[in-house]
């Protein structure tokens, strides 16, 4: 999904809420988001408050703000909603990361555990059945 300038400007300006709930829709009509790896393929992860954290964005045209702050050596990869399924999900759950979504400018976004993104994620995509 390719985004123009002003969308990435307008979507960038939300509060970290409303770019969560605008992330939510976007997942589940695209079933694909975005995340960053480092060289060696893991998951590029974050600290705060001693929580560990994995990063998604809708688009690789949100990460680019992101790749300054310390991630410089990181690269954007797409995550399908089966890959998350299948492998990130177990991830998080085994190593209880949190899920910070959509992080703009270095800073966090919507910080959110495993099972209230899957909640959200499933009653979004019930409205597509």
């Not at 969560?20 to 695209?30: E, G, N, R």
């Not at 759950?93 to 919507?110: C, E, M, R, W």
């Amino acid at each position: 999904m390719k985004l123009n300038t002003k969308e990435v400007e307008n979507v960038s300006k939300l509060k970290p809420f409303k770019r969560y709930k605008y992330f939510i829709k976007k997942i589940a009509d695209f079933e694909e988001f975005w995340t960053i790896v480092d060289e060696k393929g893991d998951l590029a992860l974050s600290e705060i408050d001693e929580n560990t954290l994995v990063s998604f964005w809708t688009a690789e045209d949100f990460i680019k703000s992101n790749l300054d702050s310390g991630w410089g050596n990181c690269v954007p990869f797409k995550i399908t909603l089966d890959d998350f399924e299948d492998t990130i999900a177990p991830l998080i759950a085994d190593n209880s990361y949190l899920i910070n979504v959509f992080p703009v400018n270095g800073k966090s976004g919507f910080v959110v555990d495993l099972n209230e993104f899957i909640r959200d994620l499933n009653e979004e995509l019930e409205q597509y059945e």
